[in-house]
């Protein structure tokens, strides 16, 4: 996902943002950002902890917005090299954040937070965070200063999706209408273009899915192995197109160990596909 490069706008130097990486598979997403005191990052999606210094921790505390490796991946080595820096994320991010590094399966080095429940950090620091969409555990981050004249409040999206999904509800505008932030932090992949709804690209890779085994074709379908790979499950599995035909379906390893995490986390996905019974074969 890439973030805009952006210097917040500031008070004096009450409000500013400093970005170790704004996106992209090789860079990762990872913001420092400061609300007067306070230093706080968002995200560790970073392959290498080079830009951070190695003695000085770079925050006093650490958010995850979700569990795609863009922006979770670098939480690990964080961890091990500034142990006393806390870490937040949403419970099912929680859940998720140890698919990033499936041969160490780290014990949690992370504390969970409820949705929509303020929890504060300092005395005049807060933290709360909001369903975003996009993938279970998603949250948008809105951070609140308080200073004896007034408070200050950073919203920092992550990754968002507006639609429902087949795993994850879309994030309802309805709870952040009333914010007014000092710094919006937003995700830029989409841009403006409007594009068209979720259900009718279902329907036309469905139908062009449909005519490639019509004809006997094998598929092969590169996708994250955490999100769209699970949606894309779900919906051969659900859709009335594919319900009740034998279509067999062959997935990579690290797929189906999220696949496994998803099973242990239905009661907290939709009520639709908490009836979608998984069945698929793990790719050796
Ligand atoms: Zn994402």
Same mark, same amino acid.
């Given at each position: 996902?890439?973030?805009? @490069?952006?210097?917040?706008? &500031?008070?004096?130097?009450?409000?500013?943002?400093?970005?170790?990486?704004?996106?992209?598979?090789?860079?990762?997403?990872?913001?420092?950002?400061?609300?007067?005191?306070?230093?706080?990052?968002?995200?560790?999606?970073?392959?290498?902890?080079?830009?951070?210094?190695?003695?000085?921790?770079?925050?006093?505390?650490?958010?995850?917005?979700?569990?795609?490796?863009?922006?979770?991946?670098?939480?690990?080595?964080?961890?091990?090299?500034?142990?006393?820096?806390?870490?937040?994320?949403?419970?099912? !991010?929680?859940?998720?954040?140890?698919?990033?590094? #499936?041969?160490?399966?780290?014990?949690?080095?992370?504390?969970?937070?409820?949705?929509?429940?303020?929890?504060?950090?300092?005395?005049?620091?807060?933290?709360?965070?909001?369903?975003?969409?996009?993938?279970?555990?998603?949250?948008?981050?809105?951070?609140?200063?308080? !200073?004896?004249?007034?408070?200050? !409040?950073?919203?920092? $999206?992550?990754?968002?999706?507006?639609?429902?999904? @087949?795993?994850?509800?879309?994030? &309802?505008?309805?709870?952040?209408? &009333?914010?007014?932030?000092?710094?919006?932090?937003?995700? *830029?992949?989409?841009?403006?273009?409007?594009?068209?709804?979720?259900?009718?690209?279902?329907?036309?890779?469905?139908?062009?899915?449909?005519?490639?085994?019509?004809?006997?074709?094998?598929?092969? =379908? #590169?996708?994250?192995?955490?999100?769209?790979?699970?949606? =894309?499950?779900?919906?051969?599995?659900?859709?009335?197109?594919? $319900? *009740?035909?034998?279509?067999?379906?062959?997935?990579?390893?690290?797929?189906?160990?999220?696949?496994?995490?998803?099973?242990?986390?239905?009661?907290?996905?939709?009520?639709?596909?908490?009836?979608?019974?998984? &069945?698929?074969?793990?790719?050796?």
């Amino acid at each position: 996902m890439p973030v805009a @490069r952006v210097m917040a706008a &500031s008070s004096g130097s009450t409000l500013a943002c400093l970005p170790y990486g704004t996106g992209g598979d090789r860079e990762g997403v990872c913001l420092q950002v400061r609300l007067g005191p306070h230093l706080l990052l968002l995200d560790c999606g970073l392959n290498s902890l080079d830009a951070l210094a190695v003695d000085t921790q770079p925050a006093a505390w650490a958010i995850c917005s979700h569990a795609h490796a863009e922006h979770a991946r670098g939480f690990l080595a964080l961890h091990h090299r500034y142990p006393d820096l806390p870490i937040y994320t949403s419970e099912l !991010t929680g859940a998720l954040l140890s698919l990033n590094w #499936p041969s160490e399966q780290p014990e949690p080095f992370w504390q969970t937070l409820a949705w929509r429940s303020p929890t504060q950090l300092a005395p005049d620091l807060q933290v709360q965070l909001f369903p975003a969409g996009h993938l279970p555990g998603a949250a948008a981050i809105l951070l609140t200063y308080q !200073t004896p004249q007034r408070a200050y !409040t950073l919203l920092y $999206t992550g990754d968002f999706f507006l639609s429902n999904s @087949r795993l994850v509800e879309g994030l &309802s505008l309805e709870m952040l209408r &009333s914010l007014a932030p000092d710094v919006l932090i937003v995700e *830029g992949r989409y841009g403006t273009a409007r594009h068209p709804r979720r259900r009718q690209l279902e329907k036309q890779l469905l139908a062009q899915i449909e005519e490639a085994l019509m004809r006997e074709y094998s598929l092969l =379908l #590169p996708v994250p192995p955490l999100g769209l790979g699970q949606e =894309l499950l779900v919906l051969l599995r659900s859709h009335h197109q594919f $319900t *009740g035909r034998d279509v067999e379906i062959w997935v990579a390893g690290q797929v189906a160990a999220a696949c496994d995490r998803y099973l242990n986390l239905l009661p907290q996905l939709p009520a639709a596909v908490q009836i979608c019974p998984p &069945s698929t074969t793990v790719l050796g």
